[in-house]
């Protein structure tokens, strides 16, 4: 038995949604990864499976290829690639799922075509601190993914029935990539009674995490190995590690969105080190990925420097600046940071 944890007013608000909705435009964050793209297309395959026929699924930008084999995937509209397309969209749904992000910004120039549009939002999202921007706001971060949430919502409404293998598949997805394989944030035993129900619908969880872990670009296998030897720099008395990357070392070893995924996760195999900060210069600004092992909160350490948040053990950020700032302001908060 799942425990119903997501408040009943707010499913039924939302049910009542998808009860009389006939367009549904389904949202995410910039640079979209596993959880984002998992969750929207996992909600895209029920909702068709309950019979609507006009479901949408748009990203700000392009996402990872390693996760171009997921059902629905080329049903995805790309807002950076075609804006006019996917804010008529947005303008003329009845409903729009906001999955996976807590707050406008965070969709990027995809943004205000949303809050403006006068359809009904509902937010699905496991970060901190939600906006209030929709008529429905299930906020919950101590589910493990927004998948999780998905998987918790669909089953709350009575419709476990209508999830097909193709969702079963989207959803695993991003439940498996938010928490490293779960390796982190996973700890809770109803996300295996979840990923059971989710094997029943017939998908493959090892085929899943081949596709996603297991088959990569030479460039990208080469740049992690420019990164190991190169980039990665050690702290040893602060237990921790930071790696940096700039544009022109992406260009060289000719990224794509999704060739840095996993990088900051490397340095944790090395025995001492717990905290790992990982600095990948943008075109406006440095992102900032941090993960970390046992108790140490890098989410507080991302909210105090870096003007970001998440988990416990998994977070992110970002920067204005230099990298050779951001390098320097990780540097001072190592020396400062009290826990």
């Known amino acids: 038995m799942i425990t119903k944890i997501i408040r009943e007013e707010q499913i039924q608000k939302a049910k009542?949604?998808?009860?009389?909705?006939?367009?549904?435009?389904?949202?995410?964050?910039?640079?979209?990864?596993?959880?984002?793209l998992g969750s929207s297309l996992g909600l895209y395959h029920f909702l068709n499976e309950y019979g609507k026929e006009q479901v949408y699924v748009v990203v700000p930008n392009q996402f990872p290829s390693f996760y171009k084999w997921m059902p629905g995937v080329k049903e995805v509209v790309i807002h950076e690639k075609y804006p006019e397309f996917a804010e008529k969209l947005i303008q003329e749904a009845d409903v729009i799922f906001c999955l996976d992000f807590n707050e406008p910004?965070?969709?990027d120039k995809l943004a205000p075509a949303v809050v403006e549009a006068p359809g009904r939002k509902?937010?699905?999202?496991?970060?901190?601190?939600?906006?209030?921007?929709?008529?429905?706001?299930m906020s919950y971060p101590e589910f493990s993914s927004t998948c999780e949430?998905?998987?918790?919502?669909?089953?709350?409404?009575?419709?476990?029935n209508l999830l097909n293998k193709q969702a079963a598949e989207c959803i695993y997805t991003g439940m498996m990539t938010d928490t490293g394989a779960f390796t982190y944030n996973s700890n809770k035993p109803e996300i295996y009674l979840i990923i059971s129900e989710l094997i029943k619908k017939g998908i493959d969880k090892d085929a899943i995490y081949r596709k996603v872990n297991q088959v990569h670009t030479e460039s990208r296998l080469r740049l992690m190995g420019y990164v190991l030897y190169e980039k990665m720099k050690l702290y040893p008395e602060k237990q921790a590690a930071l790696?940096?990357?700039?544009?022109?070392?992406?260009?060289?070893f000719h990224y794509q969105p999704g060739d840095t995924e996993g990088f900051v996760n490397l340095p944790l195999s090395i025995q001492g080190v717990?905290?790992?900060v990982f600095l990948r210069e943008d075109r406006d600004y440095i992102k900032v990925s941090l993960r970390s092992v046992g108790d140490f909160p890098c989410n507080e350490f991302a909210g105090c420097y870096f003007n970001g948040g998440g988990h416990k053990n998994a977070s992110g950020?970002?920067?204005?600046?230099?990298?050779?700032?951001?390098?320097?302001?990780?540097?001072?908060g190592l020396?400062?940071?009290k826990y």
């Open 16 to 36: 009542k949604y998808v009860e009389k909705g006939e367009r549904f435009v389904i949202v995410s964050h910039v640079s979209p990864d596993g959880d984002a």
């Open 105 to 107: 910004q965070r969709m």
């Open 122 to 137: 509902v937010m699905i999202d496991h970060h901190l601190n939600p906006a209030q921007f929709c008529q429905v706001t």
């Open 149 to 160: 949430m998905v998987f918790r919502f669909i089953c709350q409404m009575g419709m476990f």
């Open 243 to 252: 790696i940096t990357l700039t544009q022109e070392e992406l260009k060289r």
């Open 274 to 276: 717990q905290f790992v």
């Open 317 to 332: 950020g970002e920067c204005t600046g230099t990298l050779q700032e951001a390098v320097q302001v990780f540097e001072q």
């Open 335 to 337: 020396e400062t940071f």
